[in-house]
């Protein structure tokens, strides 16, 4: 059954709203529980999480405010991040107030406020990222509450207050990036899986996510018939993800190859017998007491680690890789950044299938690919080169002494926020085109530019153009073209230092 659009189905309310008569779906606004089951997948979540709860909150004026929040909070996202709010960021505040007499939030002052903050960080000894939930859910209830003339403080009680300086929310240094798998890493895994695993679950979602840089919620979506092929040729898959904003699941489609193609299919013979049973579309299928679409709940501990410890694939330290599944993801933007994939013809090959596809591909090119050219240059162990690449280098040594490879890390960061990482076919131009246009325009030439930066990991496709440069600087000699040879000596001899100086610093490493 199709779910309902819940946002559609909520009415218009105001200060004036007799809260008696407003219905959430079967529901009534004045019930202490809601029933979700209308807006909820039917598969994905379990019968007991398809309910709003409000029980638990003693005082009538508290838990009224708390339903007023969730019904603003469901026209905006999903139930299940609603009961997320009420169940879990605001839970620790109703306690607050029924330990210290508030009655009405109406009643609570900037000083309580403060020592709510201090209670979760001492008392109760809150994880920073749940602690900065929860308090962002009460300035919300308040600012929303002022706007909406429910009862809250008619006063700025929250001024002065910041999350980044009470729980030390700063987001450049408490996000940990999803870092790619190191390469030989990543050959253990694919191996393992295509030739030793035989769970086949686990198998076929290794494979399609590191083949297609799926997330695990988008390969675990996946249905009978998913493989298609364009008119001209090319295999594609279909994707089934819901929208984080109201409306249909949309429809993501990516290319796919061989192998993704032999695990989807041995997939569906391996759970041919469950669809028939049950009547679900859906590829990852087990039983469990019923029949149901595996969740990617615990998705790590419970399918990854196994796999690696089953194959003890282990890192440079000798010790099991701890894998998670969105590296896969990272893995997958590292290796089209290494194959010099251009945006422009990512955009003309997926508009084969739509473009929605171009879309989907070209999100994996925003943040994703700037944190990985932000690895590749800025890295303690990057070997760089160019004509700022030793001021670059000198800088960066001041920046990292002394300091852990978490700090590196937060460093490296902050950088990435400052600079600018336009990829080029064989490095980046760290140019900042918010400036306004590079001064030599098109006509530059990025081997002699001191914005150009290269990496050794580019060296194999400068050594092929320096080979190709090479032939053909040849073919115009003997062709008595001097004009264009020179041209094309212009371009040889800034590369070939560069080649020489990459070359070196590969067998330095050696050494």
Same mark, same amino acid.
């Given at each position: ?8 189905? =909520? ?23 809601? !029933? ?16 709003? #709860? ?21 026209? #905006? ?18 306690? %607050? ?46 600012? /929303? ?5 429910? !009862? ?15 729980? !030390? ?14 390469? $030989? ?21 290794? /494979? /399609? ?74 590829? %990852? ?12 709940? #615990? ?15 282990? $890192? ?77 280098? *000198? ?34 131009? =760290?140019? *900042? ?32 153009? =320096? $080979? ?44």
């Amino acid at each position: 059954m199709r779910e309902n659009n819940l946002a559609a189905e =909520l009415q218009v309310v105001d200060a004036s709203t007799n809260w008696e008569t407003v219905m959430i779906g079967p529901s009534h606004f004045t019930d202490d529980i809601w !029933d979700m089951r209308p807006f909820m997948p039917a598969k994905t979540t379990s019968e007991c999480n398809k309910y709003l #709860r409000f029980y638990y909150i003693k005082n009538p004026n508290m838990k009224h405010i708390a339903k007023q929040y969730a019904y603003y909070k469901l026209g #905006r996202v999903k139930p299940k991040s609603v009961q997320l709010y009420i169940y879990g960021f605001l839970r620790p505040f109703f306690e %607050f107030c029924e330990l210290n007499g508030i009655h009405r939030l109406s009643e609570m002052t900037r000083e309580q406020f403060f020592e709510y903050n201090r209670w979760l960080k001492e008392d109760k000894q809150i994880a920073i990222i749940s602690g900065s939930h929860s308090v962002h859910a009460v300035e919300e209830i308040i600012r /929303i509450g002022q706007i909406k003339g429910w !009862d809250v403080p008619n006063t700025n009680i929250l001024r002065g207050f910041s999350l980044t300086q009470l729980w !030390d929310a700063n987001p450049s240094k408490n996000r940990h990036k999803t870092k790619p798998i190191p390469p $030989d890493v990543f050959d253990q895994i694919l191996y393992h899986a295509v030739h030793s695993e035989t769970d086949i679950i686990t198998k076929a979602s290794i /494979i /399609i996510q590191s083949q297609t840089g799926l997330r695990i919620h988008e390969v675990l979506s996946i249905q009978q018939g998913c493989i298609k092929t364009t008119s001209d040729g090319y295999d594609y898959m279909e994707v089934h993800v819901g929208k984080m904003e109201k409306g249909e699941p949309i429809v993501h489609k990516v290319f796919v190859n061989e192998l993704v193609k032999s695990a989807v299919l041995e997939l569906s013979e391996f759970t041919a017998g469950l669809r028939r049973e049950s009547g679900l579309k859906e590829l %990852f299928l087990i039983r469990r007491k019923k029949i149901h679409v595996t969740g990617m709940e #615990r998705w790590n501990d419970s399918r990854l680690a196994p796999f690696i410890k089953r194959w003890n694939i282990c $890192d440079s330290k000798g010790e099991l890789y701890h894998l998670t599944s969105h590296q896969f993801r990272a893995t997958y933007v590292r290796e089209l950044v290494k194959k010099k994939v251009p945006i422009a013809l990512i955009m003309k090959q997926y508009a084969h299938v739509s473009l929605e596809m171009t879309a989907h591909y070209l999100t994996l090119q925003e943040e994703e690919v700037k944190e990985i050219y932000s690895d590749i240059i800025l890295s303690p162990d990057s070997k760089i080169a160019g004509i700022r690449a030793k001021e670059i280098k *000198d800088k960066l040594a001041n920046l990292f002494h002394g300091k852990t490879r978490e700090e590196i890390d937060d460093v490296i960061s902050d950088l990435t926020q400052t600079m600018s990482f336009n990829p080029l076919p064989t490095g980046v131009c =760290l140019y *900042d085109f918010r400036r306004g246009n590079c001064t030599d325009g098109d006509g530059c030439f990025m081997y002699n530019c001191p914005n150009y930066i290269t990496e050794v990991q580019f060296l194999p496709i400068l050594k092929k153009e =320096l $080979d190709l440069l090479e032939t053909e600087m040849n073919r115009l000699k003997e062709l008595g073209h001097e004009r264009q040879w020179q041209v094309e000596y212009v371009k040889y001899k800034y590369l070939k230092p560069l080649v020489e100086e990459l070359g070196a610093q590969l067998e330095e490493e050696d050494d």
